[in-house]
């Protein structure tokens, strides 16, 4: 018997195919595949239980409360709960080990039944952990640059300290606003491709800010490391290109001298907090491709998905399931493309045959 995680769009998927005998799936299900009713109610006889993450109970209760489609939230529940009688399948919610950010399914169902969603007791912690993994993914991608730029070269601790203080004040205070906009205003309505847009805003004026400080100081002790200023004050479009000009992409620096940065600055998160290998593991999986060129180099998706890998952690889940009696071994069903390819060539809780049991590849 099998354990399997469920992230976000696969709780929608298997909604559908039990509630919709499938309809609307075939095209969104990581292209190439389509799902086989018949295989996936076999599927579904092999496994023991389904466990869903707190981050994806909080997406689906984000996307019926944007819909405006409060029964949504009812009729995942109770798609839960016909697992449950027809399959015999028990459903656990893997909470994270920070209180504030545990979702209760009981306050939520009386909730419902009054009629009255807190909205903000269930966004506001949400909010707060995600602005501070992005800006923690910021910091990360600003202090892997520096060491590229300025290699072997020491700042001064009161200067990388003035530095971070100023920047973290002014892209925290960004960030917040931002997602409060998404979350909470209702009139306004973001799009998530228009927060994705204001993302890369806050990181490239984070970015460069940055890197005018700290060359103005560097100037001044090692005059002959310091960057053109026409570079270092280069209005870009986007924080892709404007690395692309500070580095000199292709002459000065390479993607190797990158990576061996971006795997040093990890290393030093690593060393200094209580950080899970997955999680490590995820955030060079988001940061090795920053000089590729692509248009946005974080995602707001990004840091919701970074939430459900800090459930994969043996140190969360094990734990959590640990009082349910349950010992096989877990297993991820995701089809969030990002996900699944960090899932598959990381092996982390990755099975292909899982997928092969219940989705037929076309053509």
Same mark, same amino acid.
């Given at each position: 018997?099998?354990?399997?995680?469920?992230?976000?769009?696969?709780?929608?998927?298997?909604?559908?195919?039990?509630?919709?005998?499938?309809?609307?799936?075939?095209?969104?299900?990581?292209?190439?595949?389509?799902?086989?009713?018949?295989?996936?109610?076999?599927?579904?006889?092999?496994?023991?239980?389904?466990?869903?993450?707190?981050?994806?109970?909080?997406?689906?209760?984000?996307?019926?409360?944007?819909?405006?489609?409060?029964?949504?939230?009812?009729?995942?529940?109770?798609?839960?709960?016909?697992?449950?009688?027809?399959?015999?399948?028990?459903?656990?919610?893997?909470?994270?080990?920070?209180?504030?950010?545990?979702?209760?399914?009981?306050?939520?169902?009386?909730?419902?039944?009054?009629?009255?969603?807190?909205?903000?007791?269930?966004?506001?912690?949400?909010? #707060?952990? /995600? *602005?501070?993994?992005?800006?923690? &993914?910021?910091?990360?991608?600003?202090?892997?640059?520096?060491?590229? +730029?300025? $290699?072997?070269?020491?700042?001064?601790?009161?200067?990388?300290?003035?530095?971070?203080?100023?920047?973290?004040?002014?892209?925290?205070?960004?960030?917040?606003?931002?997602?409060?906009?998404?979350?909470?205003?209702?009139?306004?309505?973001?799009?998530?491709?228009?927060?994705?847009?204001?993302?890369?805003?806050?990181?490239?004026?984070?970015?460069?800010?940055?890197?005018?400080?700290?060359?103005?100081?560097?100037?001044?002790?090692?005059?002959?490391?310091?960057?053109?200023?026409?570079?270092?004050?280069?209005?870009?479009?986007?924080?892709?290109?404007?690395?692309?000009?500070?580095?000199?992409?292709?002459?000065?620096?390479?993607?190797?001298?990158?990576?061996?940065?971006?795997?040093?600055?990890?290393?030093?998160?690593?060393?200094?907090?209580?950080?899970? #290998?997955? /999680? *490590?593991?995820?955030?060079?999986? &988001?940061?090795?491709?920053?000089?590729?060129?692509?248009?946005?180099? +974080?995602? $707001?998706?990004?840091?919701?998905?970074?939430?459900?890998?800090?459930?994969?952690?043996?140190?969360?889940?094990?734990?959590?399931?640990?009082?349910?009696?349950?010992?096989?071994?877990?297993?991820?069903?995701?089809?969030?493309?990002?996900?699944?390819?960090?899932?598959?060539?990381?092996?982390?809780?990755?099975?292909?045959?899982?997928?092969?049991?219940?989705?037929?590849?076309?053509?």
């Amino acid at each position: 018997m099998k354990q399997v995680i469920l992230d976000t769009n696969a709780v929608r998927y298997f909604y559908q195919i039990e509630c919709c005998n499938g309809e609307g799936v075939q095209d969104k299900v990581m292209k190439k595949y389509h799902f086989d009713k018949q295989k996936y109610i076999q599927f579904l006889r092999t496994v023991s239980s389904i466990n869903i993450p707190a981050t994806t109970k909080f997406e689906l209760f984000f996307q019926a409360y944007r819909k405006g489609e409060p029964d949504l939230l009812l009729k995942y529940n109770e798609l839960t709960q016909r697992y449950k009688e027809m399959y015999g399948i028990d459903i656990f919610i893997l909470n994270p080990g920070e209180p504030e950010l545990k979702f209760d399914q009981k306050q939520l169902a009386e909730d419902l039944k009054r009629g009255l969603i807190q909205t903000e007791l269930y966004i506001k912690p949400r909010i #707060e952990r /995600e *602005v501070n993994l992005m800006q923690g &993914l910021f910091i990360t991608l600003i202090g892997t640059i520096s060491d590229v +730029v300025y $290699k072997d070269l020491e700042i001064d601790e009161n200067v990388a300290g003035l530095i971070s203080g100023l920047i973290c004040s002014q892209m925290y205070s960004r960030l917040y606003d931002l997602y409060n906009q998404y979350y909470l205003d209702e009139e306004l309505k973001m799009s998530i491709d228009d927060v994705d847009k204001k993302i890369d805003e806050i990181l490239l004026d984070s970015t460069r800010n940055t890197f005018i400080f700290i060359n103005a100081k560097m100037s001044e002790e090692y005059p002959e490391s310091s960057i053109e200023d026409a570079k270092v004050s280069f209005n870009a479009d986007s924080t892709s290109e404007y690395l692309r000009v500070l580095l000199q992409l292709g002459t000065k620096y390479t993607q190797n001298d990158y990576l061996v940065s971006l795997d040093k600055t990890l290393n030093e998160i690593r060393s200094r907090k209580d950080f899970d #290998e997955t /999680e *490590v593991a995820y955030f060079r999986y &988001l940061l090795q491709n920053a000089l590729n060129g692509a248009k946005r180099i +974080v995602h $707001k998706n990004d840091i919701a998905d970074y939430t459900i890998i800090t459930m994969l952690s043996e140190k969360v889940t094990f734990r959590a399931l640990e009082g349910n009696g349950k010992k096989e071994e877990l297993k991820l069903i995701t089809f969030d493309k990002k996900m699944h390819e960090f899932s598959k060539h990381n092996n982390v809780m990755y099975d292909q045959t899982i997928y092969n049991q219940f989705l037929s590849e076309i053509g």
